[in-house]
């Protein structure tokens, strides 16, 4: 087993270390100091007369902040140890530590404790494919000693892509080119401290610098953030629940969206970040899903995103980043590769969803909120969505939306949801070629012009662009039930090749049809059933690729693993169909595995039938937290409580899962100020209350 990694973050910003709160290069994981896609300290080791830590235990206090309690020495000293340490670490936009030596013995003592230091300012992207850089690249290590200031200066510098990385003490200390000595005397009983703060510097084109002096970071982060963070959850909806662990598992996801959060450069509002590690930027698709799914909880995550996405929509054809007019952004990124166009990660479009996707997102979001003037700010990059669905979307000519990357040297071969290369295979393994048409792509661009439809007509005051976009809305429908059923299987193809041949796999997606609404009102039961049979449902949620299949693969991230954000729309979708009973099985599932684990929700499990390993079985390269994680279990809950919006008045429908008892959600916000909704399973005999709005 690995030794337990620990996080903390602040925005995009995090660090990673080991148990004992050391930080060293680790080629399997992203262990170091991270922000905006760079390492700013990759050697950060603590020792005490030469002997490093180890852990006693750890006191995780927030996102930003845990506090470490160790003992120089092996086990066999810890009994009678006559010395221990704190070290005390917080996260901001610097990274600040503590360092407390106590000496537990009846005599002075002189300790010796050293902080080893050092940075290889690694691009985050060369991480997370380390498999595909044959060479990594060299970076030289520019360092300046400065012992008057008690100052270590870490610097790279290439043309105009320069970070730095500054260390300081608050304690006199020996400062060499590799960390910091500090020779002490210890009173007995006594104890010594030390404020080591490291602030990271981002100088360039579109940079700005990230240096903070203590004195604002401590204030920031011993009032601040701790007050900021009381004050996002006391704006959040309260939950009530006689279920045992929901409401903590519900202010945990909470404090994890509050964690996801940051400022890219050169903006003024804080969006979702994709989550740890490896996504700790801003992703199209992830952010909008996460908006999705926390409209009744968090909405004001939603207007700076939507028009974060605006802002960068495309505007050419450029191969390079997948690049066409109208598209919706896919990623955005700041670290070296990207500045150099050696990944086209700087502004990114390979995602065939996330256009469909801002559509809808905007009307949901006028719909839970009333906010009409963000539907007229965005009436333009709304019409240009909605236009690249047909002018550029269908490849083919077929009315189908398609994907292919226009960059053959680096882009996605995916461009869904599913975005591993394997994902889009039949049941035999064979594999299609491109443009391809995945089944929830036609899904999105139906809903999406429905949406737009009513935009159209409701506020942009354009009633034959609303009739244009339900009509094509309506034969898209028709002719996707035409051609995606399979109707000796009962179930819609996963997709069609170039040719319109169908890709027969069984898979998740099917639920993201009942979601978007494409599904005919005759099929939903089939589907449904499907949803929650035994070669899709595993007891703890629904598998991304049925079981018997030939690719089938339990621990495959999209032939077989379980995402909770997937299972989060497909419930959704079943409730839209009126089939409650098998939303409210998969709404169990996943709040069972949530729970079962602790902490943070995972981005993905493995797809193991619940009966054979009786416990969640958690996968080393899955994400946690992550944005569109934490948020499934809010948009879960929303579900089992059948929380709509309708005009000006909350809707509220319960069908909660058995064993839930009786919950109480109070103070959602919309457009009608704040209800409250309650709800209670089939087995509780205490009486349903109405909503009651203030």
Known sequence: MRQELVHVIAGNAFAISDAQGDLEVDPDSPVGLFSFDTRFLSRWQLSVDGERLNALSRDDMTYFETRFFLVPGTASHYVDADVSVIRHRSLDDSFNERITVLNHSAQPTEFTVRMEMGNDFADIADLANAAEVRQPRRRVTEVAVDSARQQLVLRYERERFVRETTVRSSAPADVDERGMTFRIRIEPDGQWETDLHVTMTIRGEGGRDLRTDIEAHQQRVRG????????????????????????????????????????????????????????????????????????????????????????????????????????????????ESAAFGERPSALYYGAADTTALFVVLLDEYERWSGDADLVHELRHPARMALDWIDEYGDLTGDGYVRYQRRNERCGAV?????????????????????????????????????????????????????????????????????????????????????????????????????????????????????????RLFTGWGVRTYAAGQRP????????????????????????????????????????DMAQTLGGAVPELIAGYDRALTKYPVQLPAAGRPQSWSSGALLMLLGTVLGLRPTGDNLLVNPALPEGFGRIELLDIPGRWGHSDAYGRDRSTTSPAHRPRVR
């Open 552 to 591: 089938f693969n339990p621990v495959g991230s999209h032939l077989g693993a379980v995402w909770p954000s997937d299972n989060a729309l497909i419930a959704a979708g079943l409730r839209h169909y009126r089939c409650d009973a098998q939303a409210a099985r998969i709404a169990a599932g996943i709040f």
């Open 414 to 534: 995916n461009q869904g949801w599913r975005d591993s290369a394997d994902a889009i295979t039949d049941a035999d393994g064979w594999q299609p070629g491109f443009p391809l048409a995945t089944c929830e792509l036609q899904g999105y661009a139906y809903d999406a012009k429905r949406r737009g439809a009513r935009l159209a007509r409701e506020f942009w005051g354009d009633p034959a662009y609303a009739d244009r976009l339900e009509r094509e809305a309506a034969e898209l429908k028709e002719r996707f039930n035409r051609d995606f059923w399979l109707p000796h299987r009962e179930y819609y193809a996963l997709a069609l090749g170039p040719h319109g041949e169908p890709v027969d796999a069984l898979s998740s997606n099917i639920g993201h049809l009942l979601w978007s609404g494409i599904v005919a009102d005759d099929r939903a039961e089939a589907v449904a059933e499907h949803l929650v049979g035994p």
């Open 224 to 335: 601040g953030m701790r007050e900021e963070l009381a004050d996002w959850l006391g704006r959040a909806p309260q939950l009530v629940a006689e279920r045992n662990g929901l409401e903590e598992l519900y202010r945990g996801s909470l404090a994890d969206l509050a964690a996801l959060r940051y400022v890219p450069l050169a903006y003024n509002a804080r969006v979702p970040v994709g989550g740890l590690p490896w996504a700790m930027a801003f992703c199209g698709r992830d952010s909008i899903i996460t908006c999705l799914q926390t409209l009744a909880f968090t909405p004001e995550l939603t207007p700076a995103t939507l028009r974060m996405l605006a802002l960068l929509q495309g505007g050419q054809l450029d191969d390079e980043h997948d690049e066409e007019p109208g598209k919706i952004l896919a990623q955005l990124r700041y670290g």
